[in-house]
């Protein structure tokens, strides 16, 4: 069963404080590398978390994850279109380049979720994708 609850929580948490960031990149605050860090962090484990529930998301639960997850997608584009306007050091852009990736990561992710779970899929194909994590993990 998919834990659509703790997804959810999580979703929120990562959209705030990605919300949070842009705010100060755009207010001219700066972002400090720390702040960005944690957030690539969570943004790793959201995806884990999503990840790992592939296989058990349903239309009620994407029903429910969908919308936020599409406001954090929108966030992060955000966010990631503001750090790109402005001049930062290495350190600094090299985790910005790790939140563009995180970006791609969530947003392949949630478009996997809409092609192969919940959308009209035959039985073969989701029975073939739920073989396949059971021997991914496995390994």
Same mark, same amino acid.
């Given at each position: 069963?998919? +834990?659509t609850?703790?997804? =959810?929580?999580?979703?929120?948490?990562?959209?705030?404080?990605? &919300? $949070?960031?842009?705010?100060?990149?755009?207010?001219?605050?700066?972002?400090?590398? #720390?702040?960005?860090?944690?957030? @690539?962090?969570a943004?790793?484990?959201? #995806?884990?978390?999503? #990840?790992? +529930?592939f296989? $058990?998301i349903?239309?009620?639960? #994407?029903?429910?994850? $969908?919308? +936020?997850?599409?406001?954090?997608?929108?966030?992060?584009k955000?966010l990631?279109?503001?750090?790109?306007k402005?001049?930062?050091?290495?350190?600094?852009?090299?985790e910005?380049?790790a939140?563009?990736?995180?970006?791609?990561?969530?947003?392949? !992710?949630? =478009?996997d979720?809409? @092609? &192969?779970?919940?959308?009209?899929?035959?039985?073969?194909? =989701? @029975?073939?994708?739920?073989?396949?994590?059971?021997a991914?993990?496995? !390994?």
């Amino acid at each position: 069963m998919c +834990q659509t609850a703790l997804i =959810s929580k999580s979703i929120a948490k990562v959209s705030t404080r990605s &919300f $949070e960031r842009n705010l100060e990149a755009v207010s001219g605050v700066g972002i400090s590398h #720390y702040k960005l860090v944690r957030l @690539n962090n969570a943004l790793d484990r959201l #995806y884990e978390m999503v #990840y790992e +529930q592939f296989n $058990e998301i349903t239309l009620d639960d #994407y029903r429910i994850i $969908e919308p +936020q997850l599409m406001l954090l997608l929108n966030t992060l584009k955000g966010l990631c279109n503001t750090l790109r306007k402005i001049p930062m050091p290495g350190k600094l852009s090299l985790e910005a380049a790790a939140l563009g990736r995180n970006y791609s990561a969530l947003y392949e !992710l949630n =478009s996997d979720i809409k @092609n &192969f779970r919940v959308k009209n899929v035959s039985p073969e194909l =989701s @029975n073939a994708l739920k073989k396949a994590s059971a021997a991914m993990k496995r !390994l």
